[in-house]
């Protein structure tokens, strides 16, 4: 591979939450004497992202001022030709982008303009932690509507309850995430089309957190959920970031894309009433370096890397760890392991299991906040060396000890 993702980076002391977090409140707790940590539970990489982006810091930062600026024609023309060119967007211009400091203020500032206090939004379940405090943060009532797993284990949307939470709630506003957090799934064109459909019937309008767009695993395509149809382009307001993609989410910047007029006009007027939410001078350029061919080409061998590892910590699984179910992910770099038959036939709990993994360096991450009620959720986004290290760990110490 032309890039580096088998060299084994020490984060201490560089501001790494992953690694000098551990201890802290919510956090996994720090492994015994003789183990050290396997950072798995912040989504974010333990790869040196792509080096344009460190170049096009650089490079700025060479320059002594750092006064008021405006964003550049290069930061606009870096996210159309990426969406084109990642994503078959057509008829994307500059005036339906937007900034938005983070994807979750993104969200609350579409639903601040969609709905009223108080008000029911649908999600589905598991549930990414980030909406629940986002939402409930901002007094709204989430009203959840869970996938379910199909013949084969891969989770689905149920569209019948979509329906009947929509209607009896009578919610108008629903949170999508394409691909799913955590459950990795790629939404297929039909599935899109009809959660729009329904969405359409109902008169609700979606906010599309696409933030795990470009991670998206060997065979497999993220859709936009906005291309599906031409209702759908205009009823949903889509946020997007590097900062999954390429390990950027300590600079801060994701943007949003929203064809309607009325809508786009309303949220960005509803993202600058806090005078806060401001684009930084490095993050552009940091976006416009990793938007360049070689972020292109660094993408491609991330999806490989993260392909290996899931197929490598799946097998494993159903090989070695009875009583453990997960739904092989087709994006992102998270697992959702379902430990609830190896708790029962154990008679552990999830607690004294969690425990035992973090005794030994596996610093997963507990899956109870993201609705999922015996699940355990984990970061596939290292070397595999270190992956494999951490599943000998856990066949030696924990399921298999």
């Known amino acids: 591979m032309k890039y580096d993702f088998t060299s084994i980076i020490d984060r201490r002391g560089k501001d790494a939450i992953a690694l000098d977090g551990l201890g802290s409140a919510s956090a996994p707790q720090l492994p015994k004497e003789g183990f050290d940590a396997i950072p798995m539970w912040v989504a974010d990489m333990n790869f040196p992202t792509v080096p344009t982006v460190q170049e096009a810091i650089i490079e700025r930062a060479k320059h002594p001022a750092f006064g008021y600026f405006a964003p550049t024609e290069e930061y606009y023309q870096a996210i159309i030709r990426w969406q084109k060119e990642r994503n078959g967007v057509t008829g994307l211009t500059k005036e339906h982008i937007g900034y938005e400091n983070g994807v979750l203020g993104g969200v609350v500032s579409a639903l601040n303009v969609l709905c009223s206090r108080g008000d029911n939004v649908l999600l589905h379940s598991p549930t990414y932690i980030g909406f629940t405090r986002a939402l409930n943060g901002n007094g709204y009532h989430i009203v959840h509507s869970p996938l379910m797993k199909d013949g084969g284990g891969v989770y689905r949307m149920d569209f019948d309850d979509m329906e009947r939470k929509i209607v009896d709630n009578k919610v108008h506003a629903a949170v999508f995430c394409s691909p799913h957090n955590p459950c990795g799934r790629v939404w297929e064109r039909w599935e899109l089309e009809r959660a729009m459909e329904l969405f359409q019937k109902h008169d609700v309008m979606v906010v599309s957190d696409e933030i795990w767009s470009d991670i998206v695993l060997a065979g497999h395509k993220h859709i936009p959920t906005q291309s599906v149809s031409e209702d759908a382009r205009e009823r949903t307001a889509a946020v997007y970031a590097p900062s999954k993609t390429f390990n950027l989410a300590g600079l801060v910047g994701s943007y949003h894309i929203i064809y309607n007029k009325t809508l786009r006009e309303r949220v960005e007027k509803e993202s600058s009433l806090c005078h806060y939410n401001e684009m930084n001078v490095l993050s552009m350029h ?116």
């Open 286 to 401: 940091a976006l416009a370096g990793a938007y360049r061919l070689e972020g292109h080409e660094w993408v491609d061998e991330l999806r490989q890397v993260l392909t290996e590892n899931v197929e490598f910590a799946c097998d494993y699984i159903k090989e070695r760890f009875d009583g453990v179910e997960v739904s092989k992910p087709e994006g992102t770099y998270m697992l959702f392991l379902d430990c609830t038959r190896w708790c029962e036939k154990q008679g552990k709990t999830l607690d004294q299991l969690e425990q035992a993994g973090w005794d030994v360096g596996v610093a997963w991450q507990d899956g109870r906040m993201f609705n999922g009620p015996c699940h355990i959720r984990m970061n596939l986004a290292l070397p595999l060396s270190r992956v494999k290290e951490a599943f000998e760990r856990l066949d030696k110490y924990v399921f298999n000890g």
